[in-house]
């Protein structure tokens, strides 16, 4: 089993910036692609943004052009960085690892509020 933990969540005004981590240990070998969910209170989860293991990203139409997903294989670490936060923003927000068919690894999530 691999376990993913994030980091750097927290309050910030609208316009700030946040960065988030996702440290990943255990059994990862076969981890295809990396990403970050989130879900606001009373929403669905979401798709954020996603890595591959050739560094080919994808971002939800929502946050393209303010946030940024980027990685450091040396130190298994996904880093998601948001510009421009918008009270919209406020979520947990998850880290996760595909390996074949589905996201099939979940951090315990951490919390972005973004006030206005």
């Known amino acids: 089993q691999a376990q993913l933990v994030e980091s750097g969540g927290g309050l910030v005004q609208a316009g700030g910036s946040l960065r988030l981590s996702c440290a990943a240990s255990g059994s990862i070998a076969g981890i295809n692609v990396m990403g970050w969910h989130r879900q606001a209170p009373g929403k669905q989860r979401e798709f954020v943004a996603s890595?591959?293991?050739?560094?080919?990203?994808n971002y939800a139409d929502s946050v393209k052009g303010r946030f940024t997903i980027s990685r450091d294989n040396a130190k298994n670490t996904v880093f998601l960085q948001m510009n421009g936060l918008r009270p919209e923003d406020t979520a947990v927000y998850y880290c996760?690892?595909?390996?074949?068919?589905?996201?099939?690894?979940w951090g315990q999530g951490t919390q972005v509020t973004v006030s206005s």
């Open positions: 996760a690892g595909w390996r074949f068919v589905t996201w099939d690894y």
């Open positions: 890595i591959t293991s050739s560094s080919n990203t």
